[in-house]
């Protein structure tokens, strides 16, 4: 049985009345030596956010690290799952613990060092002007990624070329898991639906979010490979990136998204 536990209030003392609640969701699998460094410069960009760890039984005990971070921080919420059980599934987790406690802005980040807190603002300002979807993209200004093997940016960005070829998606960065949600973006997605779960459930997010009537907006960011842990990145999750965005085409022609 998925053990959750939270820490802290619903609502921290010091945050700006009548600004929106906002939730960072960051899914965890051995990722013990960033996120004590991380998560208290994702809470110092904006007294508006609180942050949920959800670690899938790290066995580096990265979920020891995520509680103590709860018991130290109000703002800081924990969920502990039974095993590895994908991505995707950990962010419509985390969306439905959101929603379920009213929060009005919901993003997602990599654990990793990957994605840098000072763009959170960025994110947040882009819903706070209209943005139904807010997405930190790596390609909306040229190319801005740092130590990523050459052979790794041509997949990320001909992937994303393919992705927008087959589904219409106006985006630059389209696998990009570093954006916000406005809340009426995730209620407007029937998460049954939701079938990817590694390296194509950031597309389908996406892909539903427009197909929804949502407004995406794309911020630049500039992403910078870990230099700590190993990428999750397989030949199963691509060729699950392949296939599904044919099916996600095919889907909305017929209307059975």
């Given at each position: 049985?998925?053990?959750?536990?939270?820490?802290?209030?619903?609502?921290?003392?010091?945050?700006?009345?009548?600004?929106?609640r906002?939730?960072?969701?960051?899914?965890?699998?051995?990722?013990?030596?960033?996120?004590?460094?991380?998560?208290?410069?994702?809470?110092?960009?904006?007294?508006?956010i609180?942050?949920?760890?959800?670690?899938?039984?790290?066995?580096?005990?990265t979920?020891?690290?995520?509680?103590?971070?709860?018991?130290?921080?109000?703002?800081?919420?924990?969920?502990?799952?039974?095993?590895?059980?994908?991505?995707?599934?950990?962010?419509?987790?985390?969306?439905?613990?959101?929603?379920?406690?009213?929060?009005?802005?919901?993003?997602?980040?990599?654990?990793?060092?990957?994605?840098?807190?000072?763009?959170?603002?960025?994110?947040?300002?882009?819903?706070d002007?209209?943005?139904?979807?807010?997405?930190?993209?790596?390609?909306?200004?040229?190319?801005?990624?740092?130590?990523?093997?050459?052979?790794?940016?041509?997949?990320?960005?001909?992937?994303?070329?393919?992705?927008?070829?087959?589904?219409?998606?106006?985006?630059?960065?389209?696998?990009?898991?570093?954006?916000?949600?406005?809340?009426?973006?995730?209620?407007?997605?029937?998460?049954?639906?939701?079938?990817?779960?590694?390296?194509?459930?950031?597309?389908?997010?996406?892909f539903?979010?427009?197909?929804a009537?949502?407004?995406?907006?794309?911020?630049?960011?500039?992403?910078?490979?870990?230099?700590?842990?190993?990428?999750?990145?397989?030949?199963?999750?691509?060729?699950?990136?392949?296939?599904?965005?044919?099916?996600?085409?095919?889907?909305?022609?017929?209307?059975?998204?």
């Amino acid at each position: 049985m998925t053990e959750e536990r939270e820490a802290g209030n619903e609502r921290s003392e010091g945050r700006p009345a009548g600004q929106g609640r906002a939730l960072v969701v960051m899914p965890t699998y051995n990722e013990a030596g960033t996120l004590a460094g991380l998560v208290p410069r994702v809470l110092e960009q904006d007294p508006r956010i609180d942050v949920l760890v959800i670690d899938d039984a790290s066995p580096d005990g990265t979920g020891a690290v995520a509680d103590d971070l709860a018991a130290r921080h109000q703002r800081v919420h924990v969920m502990h799952r039974e095993g590895k059980l994908g991505l995707g599934t950990a962010y419509l987790r985390g969306f439905r613990y959101g929603l379920e406690r009213g929060y009005d802005f919901l993003l997602e980040m990599d654990s990793d060092l990957s994605h840098d807190p000072q763009y959170v603002p960025d994110l947040l300002g882009a819903v706070d002007e209209g943005a139904d979807l807010a997405i930190g993209s790596r390609y909306v200004r040229g190319v801005n990624v740092i130590n990523w093997p050459m052979s790794r940016l041509l997949l990320s960005y001909n992937a994303n070329k393919y992705a927008r070829w087959v589904t219409g998606l106006p985006l630059t960065d389209a696998t990009s898991g570093f954006k916000c949600f406005r809340r009426r973006a995730l209620e407007a997605i029937d998460f049954d639906r939701v079938g990817s779960t590694g390296y194509a459930f950031q597309i389908e997010m996406d892909f539903r979010a427009w197909k929804a009537g949502m407004k995406l907006v794309e911020v630049p960011i500039v992403f910078t490979d870990r230099d700590r842990g190993e990428s999750k990145m397989s030949g199963a999750i691509v060729r699950e990136a392949i296939w599904r965005v044919w099916a996600l085409r095919l889907k909305a022609i017929f209307g059975r998204l």
